[in-house]
């Protein structure tokens, strides 16, 4: 039986949502879900791993330049996780998720995962594309 970290129901909401969103994807050959999926997948099981079992993720979002259409050929792909617990350090988790030697790529672009806490940080997702970008992102 796969690990599956708990997710809030208003994420699944907001995911919903997301998805009606999404047109082209920021990775060629893949849909946004697609990414989606991989990502969460990943995520789900580097938690499981480290036996994290209530992060209480409550979005995630693709940002930053491949979102913009700004990308660069060697230019990862960012990745906002923003999570409830706050049990957990969001450095802790950054470290977690984006270990050098078992790190993210999907189709030999890098998956840069930030996390991100309202209680630690500050952030929200929402909160934190508007302080960063002057327009929605995918």
Known sequence: ???????SESFRFKWNVFKDRMT????????DN???TIIENYINDKLAENSITDLDIVGIKLVGSRTKDTA???????VLV?????????????????DEEDK???????VDINPIN??????TIQSWIDKNYNKEVK
């Open 1 to 7: 039986n796969r690990f599956k970290a708990r997710i």
């Open 24 to 31: 082209e994807s920021v990775i060629e050959g893949y849909t």
């Open 34 to 36: 697609e990414l989606y």
């Open 72 to 78: 660069k050929e060697d230019s990862d792909l960012d």
């Open 82 to 98: 923003e999570y409830g617990n706050n049990e957990y350090r969001e450095d802790d988790i950054f470290n977690i998720l984006n």
């Open 104 to 110: 993210l790529y999907i189709d030999d672009i890098e």
């Open 118 to 123: 309202k209680n630690i940080s500050g952030y």
